[in-house]
């Protein structure tokens, strides 16, 4: 099995601005204070943050073993549940408030080994991201998810054993994270690893 696919999201951040006119104040009237709210004025704003992506997998079954192999990139790959997202670029309109934005690209990679037998099942996870910054100058803020990670990556050895409709499975997760210092493009520099390791075990009846 082999697949593949495309992502256009066009996202509006901001449908409209508030730029304070003139900011609230007290004045004091016969020894009494009063207030005066601030006045603020709504600017309308389309202005769109626009990302694509790529998408690819495949799949290859054997009679004893299973191999997948996957990929992504692109920007705005937050909606994935990656890292990633879109940040301020600049700022276009100062006086309303209006600003442009670049997409922050990632770049990921996985595969999947694991054998077919009918009682023992042993496989192995593997998967590395990368934060491809934007590719350009931006100023921020920042939205989207890990700004200051580098890349990730991931090991998980498994094991499974099956008896009749009982499944006991156990798995090992490695996880890394590389945190750094966000530059002005948008990638990470001078970044350290931070490691966690997981030990999970599930237990599974089929009625």
């Known amino acids: 099995m082999v697949g593949a696919s495309v992502d256009f999201l066009m ?19 016969n020894n009494l204070v009063v207030h005066h709210d601030a006045v603020v004025v709504n600017n309308k704003t389309n202005e ?20 997948k192999i996957g990929g992504v990139y692109g920007g705005n790959c ?30 990921s990679v996985w595969a ?6 009918p009682k023992w099942s042993a496989g192995i996870y593997g998967g590395y991201s990368k934060n491809l910054g934007a590719g350009t100058e931006v100023t921020g803020p920042y939205y989207s998810r890990g700004a200051n990670i580098d890349y990730l990556y991931r090991v998980a050895p498994r094991l499974v054993l099956t ?13 890394v994270a590389a945190y750094g210092k966000t530059t002005g493009k948008g990638m990470v520099s001078d970044s350290k690893e ?12 089929y009625f």
């Open 11 to 29: 996202l509006p951040p901001r449908i409209g601005t508030d730029v304070v006119k003139k900011p609230a104040y007290d004045t004091i009237v």
């Open 48 to 67: 769109k943050s626009n990302a694509l992506t790529a998408n690819f997998f495949t799949k290859l079954k054997l009679p004893k073993v299973t191999m």
């Open 78 to 107: 937050y909606a994935f549940n990656m890292t990633g997202g879109y940040a301020v670029k600049s700022t276009t309109d100062s006086l309303r408030g209006f600003v442009e934005y670049a997409t922050i690209t990632t770049a």
């Open 112 to 117: 999947d080994f694991k054998t077919n037998g």
């Open 163 to 175: 008896v009749s409709k009982l499944k006991i499975a156990s798995e090992l997760d490695y996880t």
């Open 194 to 205: 931070v490691g966690n390791l997981r030990i999970l075990l599930g237990v599974y009846y």
